[in-house]
Every structure is written in C-alpha cells, then in structure tokens.
DNA sequence: CGTGGGATTGACACGACTCAACCCCGGTGG
DNA sequence: CCACCGGGGTTGAGTCGTGTCAATCCCACG
C-alpha cells in the first residue's frame, strides 16, 4: 500500500547498525550507535501507526517527543494567520521528526500516507542524551543538514521562477528514494500539487501547469496517480541550477 | 564608525557570564560556560579585524574555524550559478558564524560594517568539544535557533507579498536591537536595498518602492543613511504576520 | 570638482495568481 | 448497478504584482 515500505536493505557495515525497534539506519537518531545503546534506546521507544492525512503533532504543542519515521512520508508546516501555509520540509522513512530543544514544535508534521513511527518520550530521550554523548553529536549533524537543506529550499523559491523550482523539488525526490536504495525507475509521489505548491511557494495551478509543461518536453513521465519518473536527469539538474535556457 | 560597537552591556546574572576575549554573552558559543571553561576557550582564541565588504569566509571553502562576531554585521549568502545571490541570514554582534559539522562552510561570510571577530581553530574547537559537554548542548541549541529563524524567512519568501516581507525584515532587524540593548528609536542599518532585496527574494527596486511607500504612510521615518525608525510597530507587525488589509 | 555607489522613480512587460469551468476516478448509497 | 459526490487534477481567460530597463538624484569621498 504505502509505496515506501516494501525495502529491507543491508547493514551498511558489518554488525548491528540497524536499529531493529525502528529501522532506522539512514537519516534517524540511531545511525551511529553501537549495539548496547541500540538496546538502550530501543527499551524505550514504542510504535504508532497513523492513517493518511493523520497528524502527529501540530505548531505550538509542547514538545513531549521525538518520533523516527519508520514508514511513510510526513509534510511539515507552518501556518500563516490568513489560512495559507507553508510546507518546511519533507520527511521520509528513516528520518527523525519533531526534535527541538525548545519546548513546543515550530510546526505540524502531517503524514501524506498510512504512517509507522517509533516514538520517545523527551524525558527518557534527555536521560539518554546524558548517557551517551555520541547522541548528542548525532542530533547535532542532523540539525545542521536540516539547516542545509532548508537554506536550499530558501534560495530555490526566493530566486528561481517556476519551472527551476518544481525541477529542484523533482529532484530531491529523486534524491530521497536514492539514498534509501529505493525503486529510481518510477518514484513515489504521494503529495498532492497543492502540497507541492505550498513547498516551493507557487499555487496550485502553476505546479499542474508545470507538471504537463515537463511531460510535454520529455523531462518526466507519470505512469500512474502518485508516480513519476524522471526521463531527463539532465535537463532537469540544469533548470534546477537556474538555466532558464531552451 | 561602526554603530554596534558603543555597547558595554552589564552582565545579566552575577560573577563572569560574558567572555572577555570576545565579549559574546548574547548569541555566541560563551553563553553557557562558566569560568573555567571561558579561560579555557579564550587561551585558544584570536582577535581580527575586517573592513567593510570583506570576506569571513566563502562558500565551499574547508571549515577551518569558528567565529564570534564581536562586533559588527554580516550577512551570509549562497550564490547561484547565473550570478544572482540569496541572503540566508544576517548576524550581528555576539553571533556565532560558520559553525558547522561538514568540512566546507555552506554559505559565504561577508561583512557590511567594519567587524571585529574572535576566531578559534577548528581542532581546538573539537578538544573543547569534548572536554565541556555543555558546550556541545550549546551548539545544538543554537543550531535549533538557526533553524527556526530560516522556517521563518522561508514562510516570508515563500508566502507573503512584498510588503509583508519588507515589515518582517523591519521587525527583525528591531529584535536583533532589542535583544542586544542597543537603541532602539532609531535602528541602525547597514544592508543596502540589494541586501535586503535578497534576503527577501525581491528586486532591490520592489524593496525601494515599498521603503517609500512606508515612509508615506507614516510607518516608518529614515533620520539618515543606514538609519530606520519604526513609527508604528503595530502595522508593521500586522502587515508581518500578512494582514494585507488598509 | 569629478566620480561612483546607493537610492529613487517611471514606463512597460511578463510571469504567476485568481477565478472558474471541466475532467477523471474512486467511493458510497439508493 | 448506476447515480451521486468529493477530492485531485487540468486548462483557459483575464488581472495584477513584481521584474526589467533606464533615467535621474543624492551624497560621500578622493
């Protein structure tokens, strides 16, 4: 059903670097840590399923836990006072959701399809900050990355006109099913345009057009609702640099 | 010359809060530490000077060192490949600039005042690192902070019109002042309309138009060059959170 | 006094938004 | 079984906000 949770890859290296509670190997808290925090956390931490369109928790709630997606894709959003919203960012199985050192979240995490998470309470998660200081770093990179991408998601909607915007965003689709070893040919796109849109800070009816612009000139193809697949990498890398050229 | 650096602000809690190599008690990586860490993070830091328009850092280039900005302004940007540029951030005195956990700084350093920063070697940051935990909790703390100020600049960008963006700049720069107890009748400021136009995702003409249409309406005054005075924060803040009414 | 960078202002073009009609498809219930 | 409904998507026509291009102004500085 969820297009995501067909995959078991390898360890990556030999042993346990596979946290078995969550999954999590990728992007989530757990990467770097050997076998007996693993356990350590993994006593922990409990599962939750949640429909499509679920939420895990909105702006302004406090912050009581931190959840690894195992399974599905999450929005993240902010909301404006007029009723529009801003989508922060997209998450997908194996990243961690809704860390903050403040005390309430800074968004609404929304999953976009039937949803695993393995969550823990912020107190246990503060206890085992202070056991194991490797953590601590690994929260710190992952900060720092979501930083990063942030800063790319700024520079594509306040500098790119439409179509360089819905080609980065393509792209960083492709880019997440990439680093989890998941299907390339055909990608899994389970947000709507307007969740698109509300990304890349266009409307609704800019990324459709968009979407049958770049079927028009071969870049994609959409074999089905909720799939794309990418025919020219190529042309699509060089608009998302800004080529507004041919 | 520069208008940040007449400040000599008391300490906030008695005995030594403010590190006296870099006096940054507001922002920087000395907030937290106590005495003995101060010593031990001042022995191993350095003082320099840059002009207006110099270069911290750039892009791409290995994340030698970390820098407290003692005094002045920067601003950091991430250039596109056809030559447009975003601003990502300004940072005022008591920042912390290039802090990172990759090996290049994702973003240039450029200052708009004359600046004065106190820089500590990358392989003493990592012994400090380990030898005061609290330290690295700092990190994450101001990384989190980071964060949440780029979702905000994001939803600006991404979801209000142009002089929406313009009030929450205005309100921005107002905060930078207020939480440093500098003046706050008349702001200094020392971004051009291009600076502010990129970190806005405008053209500098839009941002122009808007500065003179505020002045008109009585929302804001300009005493001189690089000065703002904001007459009516209540329409600015209305206008911020995208009230496009009146 | 000349020079150059920053800022302002105007005329115009164009890209994206708005509003609206319509299609497609899956689900539901009569 | 089929009519109805609603959500997502597409497409068109017209408007409007910004971008573009260009002229002019101001002022600090050499």
Redesign the interface.
């Known amino acids: 059903m969820n297009p995501f949770d067909v995959v078991r890859h390898p360890p990556l290296v030999a042993g346990r670097t596979v946290c078995e509670t969550c999954g999590s190997r990728i992007a989530g808290m757990c990467k770097p840590l050997d076998a007996a925090v693993l356990d350590d956390v993994a006593s922990d931490s409990e599962h939750t399923d949640l429909p499509a369109r679920g939420t895990l928790f909105r702006e302004g709630d406090p912050a009581k836990r931190v959840y690894t997606l195992i399974d599905g894709v999450a929005k993240l959003t ?1 909301l ?3 009723g ?3 989508v ?1 960012g997209f998450r997908f199985a194996g990243d961690l959701l809704g860390f ?3 005390n309430t979240y ?2 609404d995490a929304e999953m976009l399809t039937p949803s695993r998470v393995c969550k823990l309470e912020r107190p246990k998660l503060d206890e085992l900050l202070k056991r194991h ?1 490797l953590l ?2 690994r ?3 992952l ?2 990355q ?3 991408s ?2 790319e ?3 594509a ?4 006109p439409a179509d360089c915007r819905v080609a980065t965003f393509l792209l960083l689709l492709d880019n997440a099913h990439r680093i989890r070893g998941l299907p390339l040919k055909t990608l899994a796109m389970p947000m709507t345009r307007a969740d698109i849109a ?1 990304y ?2 266009l409307t609704l009816e800019t990324v459709s057009r968009t979407f049958t612009a770049f079927r028009k000139r071969g870049l994609i193809r959409e074999p089905g609702h909720g799939q794309v697949e990418l025919l020219d990498h190529e042309g699509l890398q060089s608009l998302a ?3 507004t050229e041919h």
Not at 157 to 160: P, W
């Open positions: 902010r404006l006072p007029d529009k919203q801003q922060v903050t050192t403040r800074p968004f200081p601590e770093r929260f710190l990179d900060c720092v979501e930083l990063g942030t800063q998601q700024l520079v909607v306040g500098r790119l509300d890349l800070g640099e800004g080529d």
